[in-house]
């Protein structure tokens, strides 16, 4: 099983599009820690501009991770991609188990931070 662990704020729809990108395309079983960047004053300098950012068993980043073809291209190099369900990803045009592009988010600042809507 691998272990990953995806460093997210509430309300980010590029999270929750990667987490159906991983469901869809990641070969075998993993456990998935989710991390909320808003409540950490240090996690929020690393990654608050970057996330999602999934990270593997070896502390390996990966930004952008709901962009397909860079998913798949991290997946593929831990040997966890699906090579069936990139396939099909591929052939029906970004539309795999209910997954579509995603539509571009603003963010609002509050106190300091920036928070997805």
Request: charge should be negative; aromatic fraction near 6%; glycine fraction near 8%.
């Amino acid at each position: 099983m691998t272990a990953l662990t995806l460093y997210t704020t509430l309300g980010c729809h590029l999270c929750e599009r990667l987490e159906a990108l991983l469901a869809a395309l990641h070969r075998g079983e993993y456990r998935l820690n989710k991390v909320e960047i808003s409540e950490d004053e240090v996690l929020m300098a690393r990654y608050g501009v970057r996330i999602p950012v999934l990270v593997d068993e070896a502390g390996s980043e990966l930004d952008m991770g709901f962009e397909p073809a860079r998913l798949a291209s991290w997946l593929a190099e831990r040997k966890r991609l699906d090579p069936i369900a990139w396939q099909q990803l591929q052939t029906e045009g970004h539309e795999l188990h209910g997954i579509e592009e995603s539509p571009k988010g603003t963010g609002v600042q509050s106190s300091g931070r920036r928070y997805l809507k």
